[in-house]
């Protein structure tokens, strides 16, 4: 299997694949990884926070060395499987250009693309530690993130293989299932998030969730991306008049601009919906679940209709879990479950 993980900077995509690479090898699929920026700034004798100094002819031919020094290990070693961590776009001083050769990866001919995403807050203090003197703001780090997913999916669509959008919280196993698993149904699972939280059924939710992940390759929104409660920052300090927000970012206090802050929120909330549909787009079948209040009433989602609505318009087949004795008739699904033992014939 060779995979090939993109994506921006300030993922820390290095250590992530790293341990993408230590579990594989637990798991007995040895694995080779290369990191192509830590060649590429090897083979140029330069600094990594410089390395878009040079000229893009050197970038192109410095990585066309990396790239046959690979094809050589791959020629000559008994490689079993295969990860490339990379950028497949370069943005410096408001530029932006690419970060790949389309016949590298033609000739490389991997099994899959994987688009590493993360919270755009989560990026922009990976960023600061990392590169001090580079000052991205909130919306330039939105957008690189876009186009690296464009990137990506463009290049496995010349490759004709797969492309995946994982968020950096799932954590290695499910580009382990993708890759050695791929029997198992590739899930979107669908649920109500704003109407449940901190409620009972929050828990019931939070059990339909586990149970798909424990019996599939599961695409859960809800640990994906979580950047719109910067949302519920953002109204605090705007009450408080206040130019910044403080908030809690992989266990650190980092300061965002207000203004940024509230620049971001419509391309958040644009990027959710989009994401989301992209997410149904690379699974099997959108699998939905509507918990019930003490009444047994179904807790109804606009979010979750209209991710039924795509996955039946888009050729997925559409399944819904709920116990309430009476649903509206304009849910369309191809069945309806009253529990979760009944659904687990959709994973056979």
């Not at 410089?50 to 020629?75: A, H, M, S, T, Y």
């Not at 003197?133 to 909130?138: G, I």
């Not at 901190?198 to 798909?212: A, Q, S």
Request: with cysteine.
């Amino acid at each position: 299997m060779k995979v090939v993980i993109s994506g921006p900077s300030g993922l820390d995509k290095t250590p992530f694949t790293e341990e993408l690479k230590d579990y594989l090898v637990k798991k007995k699929k040895p694995t080779t990884l290369y990191h192509i920026g830590k060649l590429l700034c090897e083979e140029l004798d330069i600094d990594d926070k410089k390395i878009l100094n040079c000229k893009p002819k050197v970038l192109e031919l410095g990585r066309r060395i990396v790239f046959k020094d690979i094809f050589n290990k791959i020629k000559n070693t008994n490689t079993e499987n295969m990860i490339i961590n990379t950028h497949n776009v370069f943005r410096y001083e408001n530029a932006l250009f690419p970060a790949f050769n389309i016949k590298h990866f033609e000739m490389l001919k991997p099994n899959m693309f994987i688009s590493l995403i993360d919270d755009v807050n989560c990026i922009y203090l990976r960023l600061k530690k990392e590169k001090k003197d580079v000052n991205y703001s909130l919306k330039d780090l939105m957008v690189w993130r876009e186009e690296e997913m464009m990137a990506t999916e463009i290049l496995a669509g010349i490759c004709n293989c797969p492309h995946f959008i994982i968020a950096r919280s799932y954590g290695p196993e499910i580009i382990y299932k993708l890759m050695f698993e791929n029997h198992l149904k590739k899930v979107y699972v669908s649920f109500p998030i704003t109407h449940i939280r901190g409620k009972p059924e929050e828990d019931d939710v939070n059990k339909f969730r586990k149970w798909v992940s424990k019996n599939a390759i599961a695409f859960d929104p809800y640990c994906a991306i979580t950047e719109k409660e910067l949302n519920t920052y953002l109204n605090v300090a705007k009450d408080d008049k206040k130019d910044t927000i403080e908030m809690e970012t992989l266990n650190e206090k980092i300061k965002l601009k207000t203004a940024e802050v509230e620049e971001i929120m419509k391309d958040i909330d644009g990027q959710i919906v989009f994401r989301d549909f992209k997410l149904i787009d690379q699974s099997d079948m959108v699998l939905a679940f509507y918990p019930v209040d003490e009444l047994e009433n179904p807790i109804l989602s606009s979010g979750v209709e209209r991710e039924l609505e795509y996955g039946r318009d888009h050729g997925k087949d559409v399944y819904l879990i709920c116990k309430a004795k009476h649903l509206s008739p304009f849910i369309r699904c191809k069945k309806v479950f009253k529990s979760f033992d009944e659904a687990k014939s959709l994973f056979n």
